[in-house]
C-alpha cells in the first residue's frame, strides 16, 4: 500500500500548498475531485479508513520533511482531526 498511496499524494501535492494545513488541505483537496475520492476509496475499502488516513498523514509529513506542531479540528468531512505542521 505504501508505494501505491505515495503515488496517489504525488499526484495531489502539486495541486495544494505546503503549509501548516497541508494534510487537511490534502483531504479537502480529495473530496472536491471525484477521481482522487473513487482511488480513496479504494484504499479505505482494501485497508480501512483507520489505517489510511493516518498513513495518509504521515506520508504528507514524511514526504514534505515537515515537523509537528500540534493537532486542530478538521475542515475535511473525511477526517475528524489532523496534525498541524
Not at 502539486?14 to 494545513?21: A, L
Not at 476509496?41 to 514524511?62: M, T, W
Request: charged share 20%.
Amino acid at each position: 500500500m505504501d508505494q501505491s498511496l505515495r503515488q496517489f499524494l504525488l499526484n495531489i501535492f502539486p495541486h495544494v500548498q505546503i503549509n501548516r494545513t497541508v494534510t487537511d488541505d490534502v483531504f479537502m483537496f480529495i473530496e472536491s475531485h471525484p477521481d482522487f475520492l473513487l482511488r480513496y476509496h479504494q484504499f479505505c475499502l482494501e485497508y480501512g479508513s483507520h489505517v489510511v488516513n493516518p498513513k495518509i498523514g504521515r506520508l504528507v509529513k514524511i514526504m514534505n520533511d515537515l515537523p509537528n506542531t500540534g493537532r486542530t479540528v478538521a475542515k475535511s468531512k473525511l477526517i475528524r482531526t489532523y496534525t498541524l505542521h
